[in-house]
DNA sequence: ACTGTTGACAGAGACGTTTCTGCAAGTGGA
DNA sequence: TCCACTTGCAGAAACGTCTCTGTCAACAGT
């Protein structure tokens, strides 16, 4: 018999702690953890034997005791911005979903998981999870939950740049002011005589930076600006916004919408104007949906590319965690895409059925 | 000076300890531990005392201790199943959006958190998070996940009808055979005379129920079948499957798809093949899409109602966990909703300009 | 004055890991 | 033979919280 048994009763409430494995396997616990660890200096039969034990006994190590131990949860927190009285929304359905699937996968070959956490959340739950680091979505100038983390040392990475001096770890976004210019000159190009913008009332980095783009622009070439502001978490505002801007008499011949449902939307609107696209009206929207691709006629847009910003926003944030980063802040620029269809070409291209190369073979 | 000093350092590493908090404050951990969490016997101005000191010195329980010692993390897991190589896929973007968005906000109001999880992931990111509970979306026959956490006597909620006899706690899921009986019934009764298909090759239970209901509604009526299979996380396929559909020689003069984008998919088809909609093609897809409301025509679509659904299982799972429920397994079926548009009906509503109740005001 | 009760706290385990330190046995060289 | 070093493992101390079980004083009832 054991001279003093080491725990009182075998496996005292269903599931199998470690010490059961190792009176099982005959060893001390420490050498369960060293050789279900990787760690220690055993001999490969012990390894082997322990693990066969654990498995046999189901063993699962507690995450609890581990993190409590360790301090390192392998949790990272995905905040997203929250508009209104739902606790959350999306403003771009399709944006989201594509950066959360990013980061899920990226955060997940690197072993951590990822926590959902609108930054409204009610206080509890934000301290009731133990996070080792945090993406946050397009923080607000002084959002609290950023800055109590930060205060408390836990790596913060922002995907969009972060608004007034916000001391994030690092930040992920693309060149709007880059994108919008680009966009405005290629609709020039395609013969736009007056562009408008179809804009957002929220302050967020890439309304302002866009809008500012804008009218950036508009000084520069000398054209007046035609923009219709709109909530842009509101879905209905947008149809409404949409049709204001094509029912101005100072009408644009060419609209960019900066969220995604302002394609159909403005398509939907022109079409009440027996507007024809692109010959009455050029348009382009940004946007991460695929159904733009077959809309009559099929629309410009430009991606953010999310799965990319998804990616690198986890990146630099498990760096940060584990200490690989250079301790300074990064800021890393992601380049847009713009996906030239229809909608944005006065001669629409050349269909595929007669190519101009010769004929068929 | 103390006679036994409580802890080595006053406050070891940074952040404050429930021991500090108890030093500063001249009492206790017992009494911070009671004040904090307003349990025990203390008079208001104790509970008043330890909470400011608590704030003045940034205290934060810490999470992982909590859960090792309460055994509840306060996490739930909500799993997706996957696809092909990428981690994780969403075969309908805007449906799991909205599911995700909507069980986020249940869980956060009764204190909960959800943590995103692949069911293909690797093991030990797995077993590295303490779940309380797991939602599992579409389980595959007999998941070994699912399997592994029932056997851990961890509940589990299923978003769709499990498959063979998966064990879970409780599942929801829309009556799907109904769904497609009501729909097919609605085409029909708007003159449809060969109604097809648009269908997966997977074998989720969505995808089996619908296609089932559809040849049982087809031997009822005596119709033959005309459906198109394609495999239905890839994209494109979708597209090419619709085209398919259209090019038979037994071409339906209606289509129901049961995936997002095959309503954008067919209104493209049907433009190539000459047929307009909904005087030669009736239409109807499902989506929670709203780009379908300003299509050209509007499409009729079917959704599933997943803001009820994310609801609904969070409710039943934390009911579970929280021990409030029957204890027996609990089936939930949420009804569907048919959004009827022009693409559906041969003669178009009357528009509201003319409402044929009498003159305007 | 004795007993019982209640209020207001303090002490001391757990919870289940990881890991630092330590010990005994074996190995090789001088 | 002795010393230094390595190997293979065990003990025990954290990690920070919650909570069960006291303890001590005050007080009421008889």
Same mark, same amino acid.
């Given at each position: ?253 060419? +609209? *960019?919408?900066?969220?995604? @449902?302002?394609? =159909?939307? $403005?398509?939907?609107?022109? #079409? !009440?104007? %027996?507007?024809? /696209? ?12 695929? +159904? *733009?691709?077959?809309?009559? @006629?099929?629309? =410009?847009? $430009?991606?953010?590319?999310? #799965? !990319?910003? %998804?990616?690198? /926003? ?21 380049? =847009?895409? $713009? ?23």
């Amino acid at each position: 018999m054991s001279r003093a048994e080491p725990s009182r009763r075998g496996s005292r409430h269903g599931r199998a702690g470690i010490r059961d494995v190792a009176a099982a396997a005959g060893v001390s616990i420490t050498t369960v953890s060293d050789a279900l660890n990787g760690k220690g200096r055993l001999p490969d039969a012990t390894r082997r034997h322990v693990r066969e034990v654990a498995d046999r006994l189901g063993y699962r190590p507690s995450a609890a005791a581990r993190t409590l131990r360790t301090g390192k949860s392998g949790l990272i927190g995905l905040t997203v911005t929250t508009y209104g009285d739902e606790p959350f929304t999306f403003t771009e359905f399709a944006y989201f979903a594509e950066m959360a699937r990013a980061a899920t996968s990226a955060a997940l070959a690197r072993g951590y998981a990822l926590v959902i956490l609108p930054a409204t959340s009610r206080h509890d739950v934000w301290s009731n999870v133990a996070l080792d680091g945090t993406v946050v979505i397009d923080p607000s100038d002084h959002d609290p939950v950023v800055s109590d983390l930060v205060r408390q040392g836990i790596p913060v990475v922002s995907d969009g740049r972060p608004a007034g001096t916000l001391p994030v770890t690092a930040w992920v976004d693309n060149d709007h002011e880059a994108a919008v210019l680009g966009i405005l000159d290629h609709l020039a190009a395609a013969g736009a005589r007056r562009i408008g913008l179809l804009t957002g009332t929220s302050t967020d980095t890439y309304t302002r930076l866009s809008t500012h783009a804008y009218l950036h622009w508009c000084e520069r070439v000398g054209q007046d600006p035609v923009y219709e502001k709109y909530p842009a978490h509101d879905p209905c505002a947008g149809a409404v916004a949409a049709d204001r801007l094509l029912a101005r008499p100072d009408r644009p011949d060419a +609209v *960019y919408g900066l969220f995604d @449902p302002n394609g =159909t939307d $403005l398509l939907a609107a022109a #079409r !009440r104007y %027996g507007l024809r /696209v692109p010959d009455d009206l050029l348009l382009v929207c940004c946007s991460e949906s695929t +159904v *733009y691709a077959t809309t009559e @006629p099929p629309i =410009t847009t $430009l991606s953010l590319k999310p #799965r !990319r910003i %998804g990616t690198a /926003v986890v990146q630099l944030l498990i760096d940060a965690i584990e200490g690989l980063d250079s301790g300074r802040p990064v800021e890393q620029v992601i380049p =847009t895409e $713009l996906i030239v269809r229809t909608s944005s070409q006065r001669r629409p291209p050349r269909t595929t059925v007669s190519p101009p190369r010769g004929p068929a073979v």
